[in-house]
């Protein structure tokens, strides 16, 4: 189990009993690229997770390392200045240094290990559980306490400083998520409420493409923010109070259509109709109707695919494969596009056997091996008892 190797490799290494901190990856139910617009969205956090072994050293650095992917230790002093390193992910904790010293937070020097089990981009939010579970850690050992809101906005603030635009879901869904819960969280004020996932004789299921993204990396996932506040900004000139696409109408959409390229039109439309899946989503996990869910999904993956284009010809025929087995409710491509997971309501008593077919299939077609879990959905980030 990945907590026991991380705690082990923590204490050969430091010969101290350090504190424990899970953060988890999450899901998407719906509500895609809504976000940064303001809009809704549905996320859970799941049972795999990055873990935290960390402890005080009583000096003036912090060690962070891994053992598992790109292994390396980065020693960071407590100005944060860093000596040079070379995995991507010491710019996360860079970047969460560097906010938290101009915020005057009482950093304090401490050792710390880190692994997971969160497929690295599969779309299940590795970062914000990177970023979230090394600050929880971070205040926990210094004895002070940030709130969880403030928590996401500097996870969320780190992801920015590092090139991605990224809204506040991820952060959110990593740190408020609740076991067997569904997290509803309104992204204009942040309010949010728990919606019980309760499908008796159904199951959610994963399937990793294995064709990963890099969203930081990757300029479409900030073209396509560029489009929607384009788009608000062509209706403020006619509009008071818009500051996203979340205060516009179809109406108001329907008025600027000459005033946009075609893509940037289409691409609000999406975000728009998005938003009420998410509302519609919400009465069918209350009325426990899968069909409805089922249908739903498939009806996001047909609006990212040709309206926000977002989706690969591997995450459609994923999706498509599913659509012609009895018993798959519904598909859609989950998280920030362009690779990761499909995430799929699909009956019980069938999950193995449809799996194995969707997988089956996917390799004849395109030679890649895909992966299958199968999803728990756990509580947000914590420390751990031991």
């Not at 010491?90 to 290990?113: Q, S």
Request: charged residues 25%; glycine residues 8%; hydrophobic residues 40%.
């Amino acid at each position: 189990m990945i907590k026991s190797e991380v705690k082990a490799f923590f204490i050969k290494k430091y010969k101290n009993k350090p504190i424990l901190v899970k953060a988890p990856g999450r899901v998407n139910l719906i509500g895609e690229h809504t976000d940064y617009n303001l809009g809704y969205v549905l996320p859970a956090s799941i049972e795999k997770g990055i873990y935290f072994a960390a402890q005080k050293n009583n000096t003036s650095s912090i060690k962070i390392e891994t053992f598992l992917t790109q292994p390396e230790q980065i020693i960071f002093a407590l100005d944060s200045s860093h000596q040079p390193f070379t995995s991507f992910w010491g710019t996360y904790f860079k970047a969460i240094l560097e906010i938290l010293f101009e915020k005057n937070y009482p950093l304090i020097g401490f050792d710390c290990v880190f692994g997971g089990d969160i497929p690295i981009g599969a779309g299940l939010s590795s970062s914000a559980a990177l970023c979230c579970g090394f600050i929880h850690a971070l205040a926990e050992l210094g004895d002070f306490e940030i709130a969880r809101k403030d928590i996401a906005l500097i996870a969320q603030r780190a992801e920015h400083k590092i090139g991605l635009n990224c809204g506040i879901m991820d952060q959110y869904a990593v740190l408020f998520g609740k076991k067997g819960n569904a997290l509803f969280l309104d992204c204009k004020d942040l309010s949010h409420e728990y919606v019980p996932i309760n499908f008796k004789g159904y199951s959610w299921v994963l399937i990793n493409s294995n064709i990963t993204h890099n969203l930081a990396l990757d300029t479409e996932y900030n073209k396509r923010r560029n489009s929607c506040e384009l788009v608000v900004g062509k209706v403020t000139k006619f509009k008071n109070n818009v500051h996203s696409l979340r205060d516009i109408s179809f109406e108001d959409l329907k008025k600027i259509k000459g005033l946009v390229s075609p893509t940037d039109y289409k691409r609000a439309g999406y975000i728009l109709a998005e938003n009420a899946r998410v509302i519609r989503m919400m009465d069918a996990l209350e009325k426990g109707d899968a069909k409805q869910s089922g249908a739903i999904l498939l009806e996001g993956h047909q609006a990212m695919s040709t309206e926000y284009e977002i989706t690969t010809n591997e995450l459609d025929l994923l999706v498509s494969t599913g659509q012609h087995l009895g018993g798959v409710m519904g598909s859609r491509m989950m998280g920030g596009g362009f690779g990761g997971c499909t995430i799929n309501l699909i009956k019980t008593a069938l999950m193995e056997t449809h799996s194995k077919a969707i997988l089956a299939t996917y390799k004849k077609e395109t030679g890649i091996d895909a992966e299958v879990y199968h999803l728990k959905i756990d509580d947000g980030v914590r420390t751990l008892a031991d």
